[in-house]
């Protein structure tokens, strides 16, 4: 059999973060790693894509999917907590968990979650949006593909790919003219200038080749 990656798409209200990404419609929240204790409870680590606090605490705070979170790390524009989500999104977790389902890539924005997840094959994926259907999870597939083995995330990238290419956006280094120079990029990361070009070379590579069939 052959692993299954489909990229899904569904209302917030049925998972998790609804009223934060609601007071909060301009930020980007990304799930980095879901850890599951068991059927009922996820502890994952999110990204906020902002750098106030206060505003995003405030909003975790009154938001009835989170029982409790945690402050990790801070990346420039962005905050990294673990949060502790209620017994209210069960529904899909428990499905996930019964399937061996991973969750590879998670984005919240506005009232909707894309999500990215790995299946054992076929089969698991069709039950999975079966039980969804069952449920009342508006749950839209948008793209199925088999499982390339490596150790990578959305069109091949890898997390620091990923990371070092949306900074590079941020920052305007492809602007015309150029807003930050490579050593500025290399700095802010903590890299050498060397390692910086690398991750760029690699993830504009990976980038072509997953979204343009390159070769």
Request: proline share 1%; aromatic share 8%; net charge negative.
């Amino acid at each position: 059999m052959t692993g299954t990656i489909a990229e899904v798409t569904f209302p917030a209200d049925k998972f998790a973060l609804e009223q934060t990404l609601r007071s909060l419609d301009a930020t980007r929240f990304d799930i980095e790693q879901v850890v599951a204790y068991n059927q009922n409870r996820l502890m994952p680590f999110v990204w906020a894509g902002t750098s106030d606090r206060e505003t995003v605490e405030s909003a975790y705070l009154t938001d009835e999917s989170v029982s409790a979170f945690q402050f990790v790390a801070e990346f420039d524009t962005e905050c990294l907590y673990q949060l502790e989500w209620v017994a209210k999104i069960d529904s899909l977790v428990r499905i996930l968990v019964e399937e061996r389902g991973a969750i590879l890539t998670a984005t919240g924005k506005e009232d909707t979650w894309n999500l990215r997840i790995l299946f054992g094959d076929h089969d698991a994926l069709a039950r999975t949006y079966e039980h969804c259907e069952t449920q009342g999870i508006d749950l839209e597939v948008n793209t199925i593909q088999e499982f390339v083995h490596g150790r990578t995330g959305q069109f091949g990238l890898t997390q620091s790919q990923r990371r070092t290419l949306q900074l590079a956006h941020d920052r305007g280094y492809y602007s015309v003219p150029r807003e930050a120079s490579a050593k500025t990029l290399a700095g802010e990361l903590g890299v050498t200038h060397q390692s910086l070009s690398e991750r760029l070379r690699r993830g504009h590579e990976n980038l072509v080749k997953n979204t343009l069939g390159g070769r």
